[in-house]
Nanobody, 125 residues
Framework: VQLQASGGGLVHPGGSLRLSCAASGGTFSSYAMAWFRQAPGKEREFVAISWGRNRGSTNYAVSVKGRFTVSRDNAKNTAYLQMNSLKTEDTAVYYC??????????????????WGSGTLVTVSS
């Protein structure tokens, strides 16, 4: 499975961006699709997940809940991360990941087998 993240850029605080993650290979609908981010000097952290295997459910990090929305289009083999009300602390490289994480540890980066190359999001005035 190959993943390609896109959609990053520079945005003012309070603004919005939509990230995309295009997948090729594998059975997209069966994978959980997650987003992680890594800010300079910090560890990679979980952002959101869209569960596969027809579960149709999502989970979010506390820091983004209510502002970010993860979704997927299985027909297009693409996952999305809609980011609204962006804050300067959202500045990071955002990565998409795919796999079959354990329910109890879906926020751990090592639970995902496939990773995209990352896209930079900069929130600044």
């Amino acid at each position: 499975v190959q993943l390609q993240a896109s959609g990053g850029g520079l945005v003012h605080p309070g603004g919005s961006l939509r990230l995309s993650c295009a997948a090729s290979g594998g059975t997209f609908s069966s994978y959980a699709m997650a987003w992680f981010r890594q800010a300079p000097g910090k560890e990679r952290e979980f952002v959101a997940i869209s569960w596969g295997r027809n579960r149709g459910s999502t989970n979010y990090a506390v820091s983004v809940k209510g502002r970010f929305t993860v979704s997927r289009d299985n027909a297009k083999n693409t996952a999305y991360l809609q980011m609204n009300s962006l804050k300067t602390e959202d500045t990071a490289v955002y990565y998409c990941a795919a796999g079959y994480p354990i329910m109890s540890s879906y926020n751990a980066w090592n639970g995902y087998r496939y990773w995209g190359s990352g896209t930079l999001v900069t929130v600044s005035s």
